[in-house]
């Protein structure tokens, strides 16, 4: 499921309307992932606060976005553009790759709500297979 | 048994309640064949589906969105005993209709993101969880009956 052209102009271009509202998509997401997926918080333990809109929630919800930012100015070449975050997933924080799926879908579900106009089924596409790619990249150094 | 706090169960309520099935059900089940185009393949009789204009302008694509939300009513009335309610769809959708029981979850996750678009903030952490409950257990009933 290799992006084509027109994926490629459909992320870039709602990314940049995602740019405005970067810290909110990333806090939300981050928040209803912990919340509607309890078994992911257990990457977070040795965070002190995990309740939605929280300080650390919030800081990492950015780290998060930033990453997905960083891909999509690496989208021509993801697995190699991806190597660094890829073996910090695998080596050291090694999340099991599963709930990369559980992220995308809660991040869908974000964009959708702050951007019911700009989600259109056809970027709502391009979308979930860039983050698909994305998911893919970051498994890549795991075995 | 499935345990439904009372939560859930007025937020799913409250979601059907408000409901416009004209609206979200063909939003629903053209996203689904869009972002999905697989699923297309249950759907040969249906005239254009060429290209995403196409499918969102299908006037059959809309009202079988409509009927399958309103399928999911059996479920919202009968949520103490959704499998039982479903065992006759169940068999449908296997017998019948032959679909791979891994497209309900597709068709699923496009319907969390319509109504997601149609709540806005509305819809918080709790009220997905608690619909993505619904749906996890509406799609299980569903497939129960394949063998």
């Known amino acids: ?143 | 048994m499935v345990e439904w706090t009372d939560f859930e169960r007025s937020t799913i309520e409250s979601i059907f309640a408000k409901m416009d099935y004209e609206d979200v059900g063909p939003a629903a089940l053209s996203r689904c064949l869009v972002v999905y185009p697989w699923t297309q393949r249950y759907f040969g009789n249906f005239g254009n589906l060429y290209n995403a204009a196409a499918i969102m302008s299908n006037k059959m694509v809309a009202q079988h969105g409509i009927t399958v939300l309103h399928g999911m009513d059996r479920a919202v009335k009968n949520m103490d005993n959704i499998k039982a309610t479903y065992a006759e769809l169940s068999v449908l959708h296997s017998e019948k209709l032959h679909v791979d029981p891994d497209n309900f979850k597709l068709l699923g996750d496009c319907l969390t993101i319509v109504i997601a678009a149609r709540m806005g903030t509305a819809f918080t952490a709790e009220v997905q969880a608690a619909f993505q409950k619904f749906l996890a257990i509406v799609i299980s009933s569903l497939g129960r009956q394949y063998h």
Request: net charge neutral; aromatic share 10%.
């Open chain 1, 1 to 143: 499921m290799t992006l084509s052209a027109k994926d490629k102009a459909a992320v870039k271009g709602f990314m940049s309307k995602m740019k405005s509202r970067s810290e909110e998509i990333g806090a939300e997401t981050l928040s209803r992932m912990l919340v509607v997926y309890p078994q992911t918080k257990s990457y977070f333990a040795h965070w002190p606060d995990l309740a939605p809109g929280s300080a650390p929630v919030r800081e990492h919800g950015v780290i998060f976005i930033n990453g997905v930012y960083e891909a999509a100015d690496k989208i021509d070449d993801l697995k190699n553009g991806l190597l660094t975050l890829s073996e910090l997933h695998a080596f050291m924080l090694r999340v099991d790759p599963v709930n990369f799926k559980i992220f995308i879908h809660c991040m869908l579900v974000v964009l959708a709500m702050l951007f019911p106009e700009d989600f259109t089924p056809q970027v709502h596409l391009a979308v979930d297979k860039f983050l698909a790619q994305v998911a893919l990249a970051l498994a890549e150094k795991y075995r």
